[in-house]
């Protein structure tokens, strides 16, 4: 069952943010989720790394460790996420 939040008396659902959603283990948890009928949030380094990104991904963001100015849009309305770290971290 998908996470759920009401704002103006609409539920929708709330994603769930996938951070390592172009590599091996990310890919399967966004397609996981989807099957589940939980939208997920992808995030990519840049436009060239989206591409790599699921088609059941609901949106894709672009959000890198090193660039606080990411942090924001990859974060909002977030109440969970999955985390795949990068071996450089």
Request: aromatic share 6%.
């Amino acid at each position: 069952m998908p996470i759920e939040t009401v704002e103006d008396g609409v539920e929708t659902a709330v994603p769930i943010l996938v951070i390592g959603a172009t590599g091996n283990v990310g890919r399967e948890v966004v397609g996981a989720l989807h099957e589940l009928g939980q939208p997920a949030r992808a995030a990519a380094l840049n436009e060239k790394d989206s591409v790599h990104v699921p088609a059941e991904a609901a949106e894709t963001v672009f959000f890198e460790f090193g660039k606080p100015e990411t942090y924001a849009a990859t974060f909002a309305g977030v109440k969970k996420m999955f985390l795949m770290r990068p071996p450089a971290i």
